[in-house]
Structure formats: C-alpha cells, structure tokens
C-alpha cells in the first residue's frame, strides 16, 4: 500500500509522461528527467547539476586532500598546544575536523568511482575525458570523434546516467551529505545551474 506521499508520485510519474508524450516540443530530455526523478524520489536525489557537478570537481579532489595534509602539517607546528593563541584541545579539535573533512572527499571518489563502474563504456569515455581533462568543446569532439551537436547530448546522457546510478547508490545520504558540507562544491553547482539556465533562456528567445 501506498502513503499520502508515495500516491503523488505516482501520480506525478503518470503526469510527467503524459505531459511529455502531447507536449514534448516544449520540454527537453534533461527537464523532464528532472521532473520524473521528483516524482520518484521526490526532494532526496541527485540531478543533473549535482552529476555535472561532481564531475567538474573530481579532479579537484586530490589536490584538495593534498592541501589538507599541508595545512595539518603546518597547523600542528606552527600553531601547537605551546602557542597563547591557541590551547591544545583547540588545536586537537581543529585537525579532527580537517580529518573527517578529508575523509569525506575521499569518500565522495569511491562514491562515484563505484556508480560509474557500472555504466555504459561510452559514458565511461565521456566521464572520463570530461574528469581528467580540462578541454574545449571542440577538443572533446575531436577525442570522442563525434559531431557538436552529437557529442553534446552524448555528455548530457552521461551526467543523467551518471546521476541515476548515484540515485541507486545505498550512499546516496552520505553523498548528498559531503556535497552539501563543501562551500566550494556548491559554488560551482550554482555556477553551473546558472550557465544552464542562461543558455536556456537564450534557446527560448
């Protein structure tokens, strides 16, 4: 049996298609996977942005770990239970959470290294060039041998099966939890959401 909420997305899984099958001129192939994983999964998921988030940041990962690893080192001589600035319970505390803060990001790789191992060999490609590399569109065209236009809606399939992979994770709480803990992470989400959203705009006009 169904509860009050568990009824609404059916229903919402019968509007969404019902609503692409007579209008779908008006609605393209990531909005309406946007709108059928609400009604699925309702507010916990991850979408497209959190994808090509995670994607965009992946690389970034290790340094950030890196970066970790050097300010422990420094905070621990520079700033020692010895300092009047700092007591050694602070100075404690502090690397804990720098700890825990880097677990998190490592856990956040496992996460998606695990999702993507189970997808199609031609979105593993273009997951992996998009991670790896920092490349123009035409320069991905050229590695993936495919037209723009074919390349891009390649890329837009990546990050949805990307994204519907990370959705059937059994980590999907702790994931959205370390994506939500990183200020830097979610300033690139919303530039990315942003961008989306203003290329949108300019499609429309």
Request: contains cysteine.
């Amino acid at each position: 049996m169904f509860d009050k909420n568990g009824i609404f997305r059916v229903k919402m899984c019968h509007f969404c298609f019902i609503f692409v099958k007579n209008l779908s001129y008006m609605l393209d192939f990531s909005t309406f996977y946007e709108l059928y994983s609400f009604a699925i999964r309702g507010d916990k998921m991850i979408d497209i942005y959190d994808s090509e988030t995670i994607v965009k940041t992946y690389r970034l990962l290790s340094k950030k770990c890196d970066a970790i690893d050097k300010f422990i080192r420094n905070h621990a001589m520079y700033f020692g239970p010895c300092t009047l600035e700092y007591g050694a319970e602070d100075v404690c505390n502090n690397i804990i959470d720098l700890i825990t803060r880097k677990n998190q990001l490592i856990n956040l790789k496992v996460i998606v290294d695990t999702a993507i191992k189970g997808l199609k060999e031609e979105d593993k490609k273009v997951l992996f060039v998009k991670m790896h590399y920092s490349l123009t569109m035409s320069e991905l065209c050229g590695v993936l041998e495919l037209k723009e236009r074919t390349a891009f809606r390649r890329i837009e399939h990546a990050y949805l099966n990307l994204a519907n992979a990370l959705n059937r994770s059994k980590y999907l709480v702790k994931l959205e939890t370390i994506l939500n803990a990183e200020d830097w992470i979610l300033a690139i989400k919303d530039d990315l959401k942003n961008r989306r959203m203003a290329y949108k705009c300019e499609v429309t006009i």
